[in-house]
């Protein structure tokens, strides 16, 4: 690990006058779960972090006006005990607990899984995000069996985050401050395909904090789940996940959000799958004929085309999990 | 794998400090170049300190007792804990938070200690496998670990016997399924995880019965 400058503000005002124009100037520090193996890799090499994790604005999930806002700096396992949180969206425990270590979720924020930097091991070996080696992508020829069935060229690598397909299901809104003020993006949108390798995965800037997120009233009555299959049941992330979150009429669906995650290079939404199971109840074979519909468009590489079926799976379980039909 | 010290020596000629930068301006090398903190000091008085990246004195509460250490940002609690503590039974296996042996209670929670920079848990309340005997008696979980052999080498042990202490301390009755979850952040390549959570079972048994 390179050597830095270490702040630890009290107040996001005083955080972000911290931060730089550029990533390596100095990058924030909360859990340190992601941040602290990439400094001891040299995949990042800021010259001062700054340390959020004694800002009071951060913590905290409350009931607004406009919705239930969790603070950036809350931990997984705090998301994942809050009683509101379990009773309302079953989607973002069955996620917040799918990060199977304990200590994982003790130190890893909500604000740091939206931002944590992706597994794929091009880009942690140097290659860049979108992992070139002599002006060409090592993914396509290379060792692919974990990267993305969705997106193609030029980026092959997955999202890593696990909140990000939930909340993006829940039609969650990411909250950002600036030293020029503050700005809200929808999670669906947070996440972007980079076109260049100087591009970032996310739509945040290196003078930028994620403060929290708000997930709006209107999607409490919303029929929500997860479904993640993995390799192992713990220390792992996994190889496709689906989440959505249902708003259902009479025993019909009237209108549905899909998202999968761990199959692109941001959670990917199922658009044709969502409208083909409007005005339909969710039973085996809705949810089996929207699961085909979801993977249609996939476009595996050469050693990861098993993912399309788990994702096709993951998609369908979520559906009858969140119809409590599982 | 890089040691802190392999590093400091290739960091030192572009140090980014204060210190280095008033050093630099009696000397009349080029540290002008480094942006931010010259741009800082030009405006008003920034509201929070900056330290580093040289060494900076911390104090540790570290199993009801204080200790004080000076380590640079960067080093990490697991290190400051082995290498300036003489505290070596967490154990630096894979150092990138995914093995577990590094495990340390810190504010009644599990962590990796490998991951926490030992700034960072100035103020906290820090538990290490060595505060578990104060007196040279096992405790429970120790026991319950010596009694169903509960390790082969025994590299991954104090690691585990941490995260089953903080993992009973919030679940004392727990199923067997709920341990295998509950110790899901550490690995043992011998194993052991059969007679681990035997043991841990065992503890949660033991303890009760003692707090009965």
Redesign the interface.
């Known amino acids: 690990?390179?050597?830095?400058?270490?702040?630890?503000?009290?107040?996001v005002k005083?955080?972000t006058?911290?931060l730089?124009p550029s990533w390596n100037?100095?990058q924030v520090?909360a859990g340190?779960?992601d941040l602290?193996?990439m400094?001891?890799d040299?995949v990042a090499s800021p010259?001062?972090?700054v340390?959020i994790?004694g800002i009071s604005e951060l913590a905290g999930i409350l009931t607004t006006r406009s919705g239930l806002r969790i603070g950036a700096a809350v931990t997984l396992?705090e998301l994942s005990m809050h009683p509101l949180v379990r009773s309302e969206f079953p989607s973002l425990i069955t996620a917040a607990l799918g990060v199977?270590?304990?200590?994982?979720r003790?130190?890893g924020t909500v604000g740091g899984d939206l931002c944590q930097r992706p597994r794929c091991w091009y880009f942690r070996s140097g290659h860049g995000l979108l992992a070139m080696q002599d002006g060409k992508s090592l993914v396509p020829n290379g060792e692919n069996r974990y990267h993305a069935i969705f997106g193609g060229a030029p980026a092959y690598f997955v999202s890593a985050s696990s909140l990000g397909p939930a909340l993006a299901a829940l039609g969650a809104q990411v909250t950002i401050a600036s030293p020029s003020g503050v700005r809200s993006v929808a999670v669906e949108k947070f996440f972007v395909t980079p076109k260049t390798a100087n591009d970032r995965e996310i739509d945040l800037h290196p003078n930028e904090i994620v403060t929290g997120i708000v997930i709006p009233s209107s999607a409490a009555s919303s029929k929500n789940a997860t479904y993640e299959v993995r390799q192992k049941?713990?220390?792992d992330w996994p190889l496709a996940t689906a989440s959505v979150a249902l708003k259902m009429s009479g025993g019909k669906v009237a209108s549905a959000r899909i998202v999968m995650g761990h199959v692109a290079p941001t959670p990917w939404a199922a658009s044709a799958a969502e409208k083909s199971l409007v005005g339909k109840s969710i039973d085996e074979a809705s949810a089996e004929k929207a699961a085909e519909e979801a993977v249609r468009d996939a476009q595996p590489l050469s050693q990861n085309g098993y993912k399309v079926q788990l994702a096709k799976v993951a998609v369908k379980r979520a559906l009858l999990a969140a119809a409590g039909k599982a | 794998m890089s040691t802190p010290k392999d590093d400091s020596k290739k960091k030192r000629k572009s140090a980014f400090s204060r210190r280095g930068f008033l050093q630099g301006l009696g000397a009349g090398t080029g540290v002008l170049s480094t942006g931010i903190l010259v741009a800082e000091e030009a405006q008003a008085a920034p509201a929070t300190p900056v330290s580093g990246p040289d060494a900076v004195a911390i104090t540790l509460d570290i199993n009801g007792k204080i200790y004080k250490a000076t380590v640079e940002p960067r080093t990490t609690l697991l290190d400051t804990l082995r290498d300036q503590l003489d505290l070596t039974g967490a154990k630096r296996v894979c150092d990138r938070g995914t093995c577990g042996a590094c495990t340390i209670i810190v504010d009644k929670k599990v962590m990796y200690s490998c991951t926490i920079l030992a700034v960072d848990a100035q103020g906290k309340k820090i538990e290490t496998i060595e505060g578990l005997a104060p007196e040279g008696k096992l405790h429970p979980v120790s026991q319950a670990f010596w009694d169903h052999d509960a390790q082969q080498c025994g590299y991954c042990t104090p690691g585990f016997v941490m995260a089953s202490k903080g993992f009973l301390d919030r679940n004392p009755n727990p199923t067997y399924e709920q341990v295998k979850k509950g110790l899901g952040g550490n690995l043992c390549r011998c194993g052991t995880y059969v007679g681990v959570r035997q043991a841990v079972l065992q503890a949660a048994k033991n303890i009760g019965g003692k707090n009965a």
Not at chain 1, 1 to 11: G, I, L, V
Not at chain 1, 100 to 104: G, L
């Open positions: 690990m390179e050597r830095f400058e270490y702040a630890s503000p009290s107040t005083d955080a006058a911290l730089g100037d100095a520090l340190g779960t602290i193996s400094m001891k040299f010259k001062r972090v340390n994790k396992d199977s270590s304990p200590q994982i003790n130190m049941e713990a220390l």
